[in-house]
């Protein structure tokens, strides 16, 4: 059966610690804490737009800057 908190379930084995890691790394992927921190408040249209076009630049620059430091790390183990 599906409900909101089936793809959230961890099972406690012994270790709880272990298993409040597995489950803070599922909410992390399913980004469940920035969408509640979004969702606290009313957002106006033009900050919304700012923000995701800040949030699209920053990925567009990190993507950049992944791929020039791969270019490198190839440039250097060819020995150039």
Request: glycine share 6%; charged share 35%.
């Amino acid at each position: 059966m599906l409900n909101p908190y089936s793809g959230r379930t961890v099972t406690v084995t012994k270790n709880l610690g272990d298993s409040l890691k597995i489950l803070d790394g599922i909410l992390s992927r399913n980004k469940v804490k920035v969408q509640l921190r979004l969702t606290e408040r009313h957002e106006k249209k033009g900050c919304k737009r700012r923000r995701l076009a800040s949030e699209r630049w920053r990925n567009q620059f990190a993507n950049e800057v992944r791929k020039k430091v791969q270019l490198v790390m190839k440039m250097r183990d060819r020995g150039a």
